[in-house]
């Protein structure tokens, strides 16, 4: 079995920062593609940003030049800093990683559970 446990979220005052992180645990053979989404109240779950086993990145446009994912492959872990937060950024974040847990599976993704990220004054 997979776990992913995401930590990092809270409260911030816009224009402010936070840093989120997700920690991958369990059968793991090979980590691949990892990711963060969010989902605020009433919208659909959206990709904010995704980087590949070869640390290949993604983002959406609207966080371009504010967030930036890694990870650490000696880890499985993966992070995402939020600089320059806005109220729009409000949202439970969630990541997803394509996890092989054998040589002989296929890929298949897991979600953790999510962490709230509140902007706010």
């Known amino acids: 079995q997979v776990r992913l446990v995401e930590s990092g979220g809270g409260l911030v005052q816009p224009g402010g920062s936070l840093r989120l992180s997700c920690a991958a645990s369990g059968t793991i053979f090979r980590l691949n593609t990892m990711g963060w989404y969010r989902q605020a109240p009433g919208t659909e779950r959206e990709m904010v940003a995704t980087?590949?086993?070869?640390?290949?990145?993604n983002y959406l446009d609207s966080v371009k030049g504010r967030f930036t994912i890694s990870r650490d492959n000696t880890k499985n872990t993966m992070y995402l800093q939020m600089n320059s937060l806005k109220p729009e950024d409000s949202a439970v974040y969630y990541c997803?990683?394509?996890?092989?847990?054998?040589?002989?599976?296929?890929?298949?993704?897991?979600w953790g559970q999510g962490t709230q990220v509140t902007v706010s004054s």
């Open positions: 980087i590949s086993s070869g640390k290949n990145t």
């Open positions: 997803k990683a394509e996890v092989q847990t054998a040589y002989y599976n296929p890929m298949n993704p897991y």
